[in-house]
């Protein structure tokens, strides 16, 4: 079985070139190919020789992820990529359009486990974590469309700090100087809440922004909507974010996913500007888009509108998402669940 070259950390590849009897400086100009200029081929990889580039081909592949979906929103520009894997998986990731530049959605994991209701993802539970190369791939791949990418979130389908190793692997080699070099300021990594993983993370040294999934003032409303709040209070939760802040000093975002009449009230407004008052903080309202099932239904803009206001009166930093790509699917997983579904799926030319 071949390895994803991708995969490979500055050290990594150390080791290969050492282990195929090449010089140090071999492995740095590699590393250059792989991970700064984000080549595809090994021929591309000029200063290499033919006899070096045949054999890392022997050994090696470069991503193994192949672009097999794409639809972009007449909109906002927001590009919507499905992606197969080698083992015949496929995850989606988007581009987005911003004032600051482009940014990419990225996905951790093929499905989730966290189980949450209003989440595409989780409807299947979790099938596989990614690998590091893989979730690089995602961003090397759109890169290649053109666009320049100066923003990551990680806020695709899966749980990134259920895939804790492969993701930090990951942040550290998208913002390697010698790489992509994309600024952890600019990676933002987005969590259901697990306080363990949020106190791991506070110490590994990035200064990547944390955005933790609140959704609910307090832990009852909580419980309904995401399983994880049966396994750890909000209490626990907003402790580790107070130590994320300590560390790195960097501002928690709390996402609030709005739902008809099941968190958008003014008490809850209230009781959300309680318990985050006095906190160096920012919350971030998203209305809910509708997954199918009718259950669920997103909250009003008045309702929204008013929540809003209560925070600010509060004196919480508070923003609202505008739904971003809404007229291609905005809910995350749907352009996957169509693919499932069968549209397209005679697209996918398998490899590796
Ligand atoms: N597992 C991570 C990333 C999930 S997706 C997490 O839980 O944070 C990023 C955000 O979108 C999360 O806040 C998630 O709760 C939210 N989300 C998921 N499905 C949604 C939907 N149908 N409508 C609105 N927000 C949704």
């Not at 909109?75 to 995850?91: E, P, S």
């Not at 539970?125 to 791939?137: D, F, I, P, T, Y």
């Not at 899966?158 to 100087?177: A, M, Q, W």
């Amino acid at each position: 079985m071949k390895a994803d070259l991708r995969d490979f950390d500055a050290g990594e590849m150390n080791q290969a070139m050492e282990e195929m009897g090449e010089k140090p400086f071999r492995a740095r100009q590699l590393y250059e190919w792989v991970h700064k200029k984000a080549v595809c081929r090994f021929e591309q990889m000029t200063n290499l020789s033919e006899n070096l580039r045949e054999r890392c081909e022997e050994r090696f592949f470069l991503g193994g992820i192949e672009m097999i979906g794409k639809q972009v929103s007449a909109a906002d520009g927001a590009v919507k990529y499905l992606f197969a894997l080698y083992d015949r998986n496929v995850i989606e990731s988007v581009r987005m359009q911003y004032k600051h530049g482009f940014s990419v959605c990225v996905s951790s994991q093929v499905g989730c486990r966290m189980g949450c209701g209003f989440c595409a993802s989780a409807k299947e539970g979790l099938v596989r974590n990614l690998s590091a190369g893989e979730m690089l791939s995602q961003v090397y791949e759109i890169g290649a469309e053109g666009e320049h990418i100066s923003h990551v979130v990680i806020m695709g389908m899966g749980e990134p700090l259920d895939n804790y190793d492969n993701v930090v692997k990951f942040i550290r080699l998208l913002s390697d100087e010698d790489g992509r070099n994309i600024s952890g300021r600019n990676i933002t990594l987005s969590t259901c809440g697990l306080p363990d993983e949020i106190l791991r993370l506070s110490k590994e040294g990035l200064p990547v922004t944390l955005a933790v999934s609140l959704h609910a003032p307090d832990d009852e409303i909580r419980k309904q909507m995401m399983p994880v709040a049966r396994r750890y209070s909000m209490e626990e939760v907003l402790k580790a974010c107070d130590e994320y802040f300590r560390c790195t000093g960097r501002r928690v975002t709390f996402e609030y996913s709005m739902i008809d009449g099941v968190n958008d009230k003014k008490e809850h407004a209230l009781l959300l500007a309680e318990r985050l008052k006095g906190k160096n903080c920012h919350v971030n309202c998203i209305r809910l888009n509708g997954i199918g099932g009718a259950k669920n239904v997103g909250s009003s803009w008045v309702n929204i509108e008013n929540f809003k206001k209560i925070l600010e009166i509060n004196r919480i930093n508070v923003t609202i998402r505008r739904g971003i790509g809404s007229d291609i699917d905005a809910a995350c997983g749907q352009l996957r669940k169509k693919y499932l579904n069968g549209e397209g799926k005679n697209q996918c030319r398998h490899f590796v």
